[in-house]
C-alpha cells in the first residue's frame, strides 16, 4: 500500500475533494491501494442532511466568521470540524463487490485507531457517547483518568466511506491537539441549525494525556497500521 503524506493546499475545497479525486483513479485502476495523510486547514464540514436545515445558512456564517471554511462532504453524516491539530486519513482500495464490506470496514478500523491511540496512553473506547457531535456507532472516544486535564469523555475520532463500483474510500478525522476552537465553532454550528449537541464532548487525545502531540499520534497510527498491512 502507498503512503502519502500531503501538505495542505490552502484550499480546503480541493483538498476536500482530492480524497474522492483518488477514489476514481482506484476505481479506473490508475492507482493501487493507498493511504493518504494529511493535516488540514481550519474547515467545518457539513453533512448532506445539514444543508436542508432551516437554519444552515446561519451555521454557514458562523463557521466563517470563527475562520473555518464552511464546506460540504459528500460523505459522513453531521457538521464536523477539522484543523491542523487534527489529522486526515483516507484509505482506499479497490474492491469487486464494495458495498458488501461496509460495516465490517467501520469495525476494523475502529478497532485500528483505538488501539494506535492507546499505543500514546488514551483510553480509547469504540461507540458514541452521548450528545456528541456527527454521532456515529463507531466513533472512538477517549475516557479521562485521574491525570487527564479534562474530567469527561469525548470524541476522538469519526469516520465515513464512499463506495463506487470496484472501490471504496474510507476517510477519517482524528483529534489530537487545540480543541478549543473547534468546541467554540461547533457549539455555534449546532446551536445554529437547532441540532443537539454537548460541546463538552468536543476534545483532543492531549485533553486527556497532555503529551500527546500530532507527530506521536501518527507514528503510532503507522506502527499500528503496519500490524496490519504493508506501507510503503
Not at 494525556?209 to 497510527?221: H, K, N, Q, S
Amino acid at each position: 500500500m502507498t503512503l502519502e503524506f500531503e501538505e495542505p493546499s490552502g484550499d480546503p475545497a480541493a483538498d476536500l475533494e482530492r480524497g474522492v479525486q483518488l477514489l476514481r483513479e482506484v476505481q479506473s485502476a490508475d492507482r493501487g491501494p493507498s493511504l493518504r495523510l494529511y493535516r488540514p486547514d481550519p474547515t467545518l464540514a457539513f453533512g448532506q442532511r445539514d444543508v436542508r436545515l432551516a437554519g444552515y445558512e446561519a451555521a454557514r456564517e458562523e463557521a466563517a466568521q470563527r475562520g473555518f471554511a464552511p464546506l460540504v462532504r459528500k460523505a459522513g453524516g453531521r457538521a464536523a470540524a477539522y484543523h491542523q491539530g487534527t489529522l486526515i486519513v483516507d484509505h482506499l482500495e479497490p474492491e469487486h463487490e464494495a458495498v458488501m464490506g461496509q460495516r465490517r470496514r467501520f469495525e476494523v478500523f475502529a478497532d485500528i485507531y483505538a488501539k494506535a491511540l492507546r499505543r500514546l496512553g488514551v483510553d480509547a473506547q469504540v461507540g458514541p457517547i452521548p450528545g456528541e457531535y456527527c454521532p456515529g456507532e463507531h466513533s472512538v472516544h477517549g475516557l479521562p483518568t485521574a491525570d487527564s486535564p479534562r474530567s469527561y469523555p469525548v470524541k476522538l475520532v469519526g469516520t465515513a466511506q464512499r463506495v463506487v463500483a470496484g472501490a471504496w474510500l474510507f476517510s477519517s478525522v482524528f483529534v489530537v491537539e487545540d480543541s478549543e476552537p473547534l468546541r467554540e465553532v461547533l457549539d455555534a454550528v449546532y446551536q445554529a441549525m437547532d441540532v443537539p449537541m454537548d460541546p463538552s464532548t468536543v476534545g483532543a487525545a492531549n485533553d486527556l494525556v497532555g503529551t500527546v502531540t500530532t507527530e506521536l499520534f501518527i507514528a503510532a497510527l503507522l506502527a499500528e497500521y503496519r500490524e496490519h498491512i504493508s506501507l510503503v
